[in-house]
């Protein structure tokens, strides 16, 4: 059984920092990209940051320089650290585990989401 596991989400202050945390069990860890994804009320869910198997990163143009996403692949974390909070980050974050077996075969999972609320 996949469980992804997210934690860390809390009301911060605009400026303020948090740090999220993926849990994932049931998958070889190190054979999956990682990735972080948020929802707004009332907007698509997004992605905001990925991490290959190889550590390679990718971030969404609004978060770069400010948010750092990093895996250990020998916890099965993923992590987000999140600097300089805006109150437009402000969204519900999920884990996301990634795995291409093809170009046209893949295999997602998410964890459950976490809530992060950026306001004064």
């Known amino acids: 059984q996949v469980q992804l596991v997210e934690s860390g989400g809390n009301l911060v202050q605009p400026g303020g920092s948090l740090r999220l945390s993926c849990a994932a069990s049931?998958?070889?860890?190190?054979?999956?990209?990682m990735g972080w994804y948020r929802q707004a009320p009332g907007k698509q869910r997004e992605l905001v940051a990925t991490i290959t198997s190889g550590g390679n990163t990718n971030y969404t143009d609004s978060v770069k320089g400010r948010f750092t996403i990093s895996r250990d692949n020998t916890k099965n974390t993923v992590s987000l650290q999140m600097n300089n909070l805006k109150p437009e980050d402000t969204a519900v974050y999920y884990c996301?585990?990634?795995?291409?077996?093809?170009?046209?075969?893949?295999?997602?999972?998410w964890g459950q989401g976490t809530q992060v609320t950026v306001s004064s």
């Open positions: 996301n585990a990634h795995r291409s077996w093809s170009t046209v075969v893949s295999t997602n999972y």
């Open positions: 049931g998958i070889i860890f190190s054979a999956y990209a």
